[in-house]
């Protein structure tokens, strides 16, 4: 899952299933989400919270993430995606529409949301300490790696910060896609960039609507990466979890 807290919804029903089963052969490609299955940030800019308090303005979690991020996966925003320009200005268009829903006013709100904006960039990241050497022995096999990410226009720029650059062989972001996971146009994306089916392939995340869900609806067979302490959603058919990506090692 990317740009918000790990979750556990149950998979989406919107999109059909295009391939069962899944094959049972180990993959020719396997891609993978970014944040929260690579990758998790080691630093932070102040959360809405902080920003929302320092002006002394009510904040209303609930109404902040319905509006932030609740109506935001499986999104399809072509219309946005035709230049960084075009996509930074959805962006803050966003943020403004949540903090007027959280009842700030219009003389308030443009002060607020850029600070919201800085803030939501104001970030460092760092790869999980197995990562690295996971896909290291993946690419030694001869698995095409691609990272697929519900993330803004410079998804390259993190994985370069991660140190993953080099270890992947191409990235698809949803900000220069158009869609987000788990819209099955963003997997199609990545399937056509590594030259295969779906059933050559493999999906690796830690999100179970965007990333198992998504997999899924785009016939790809999933695997969960569950590193929380907490109890994790049921298993259901065809898809397989792991609590780091040494896992991966015994499935491709």
Not at 48 to 71: K, M, V
Not at 216 to 241: F, T
Request: with cysteine.
């Amino acid at each position: 899952m990317d740009r918000h807290a790990p979750g556990s919804r149950p998979a989406p029903s919107g999109y059909p299933l295009l391939v069962q089963p899944f094959q049972a052969a180990k993959p020719a490609v396997v891609l993978l989400d970014f944040y929260g299955t690579l990758a998790r940030a080691v630093s932070r800019g102040p959360l809405a919270a902080e920003l929302f308090a320092r002006r002394g303005l009510s904040f209303d979690e609930p109404t902040w993430d319905h509006h932030r991020w609740d109506a935001l996966d499986g999104l399809d925003h072509h219309e946005f995606s035709e230049s960084r320009e075009d996509y930074e200005a959805w962006e803050v268009d966003r943020l403004r529409r949540a903090a007027e829903a959280c009842g700030v006013e219009l003389d308030q709100a443009e002060e607020l949301v850029a600070e919201l904006y800085a803030a939501s960039k104001e970030f460092t990241v760092s790869a999980y300490e197995e990562v690295a050497p996971v896909l290291q022995e993946l690419r030694r096999r001869g698995l095409v790696l691609g990272v697929c990410s519900n993330w803004d226009w410079d998804l390259d720029r993190v994985l370069d910060e991660a140190g993953l650059t080099s270890r992947v062989d191409f990235a698809v972001t949803s900000a220069r896609a158009g869609v987000r996971k788990p819209h099955p146009l963003i997997f199609r994306r990545a399937l056509d960039l590594a030259g295969v089916g779906p059933a050559e392939a493999m999906f690796v995340g830690d999100s179970w609507e965007a990333d198992v869900g998504g997999a899924r609806s785009a016939g790809i067979a999933p695997v969960h990466v569950w590193r929380e302490p907490s109890e994790p959603p049921p298993l259901v058919d065809g898809v397989r979890r792991i609590p780091d990506l040494r896992g991966l090692l015994d499935l491709a």
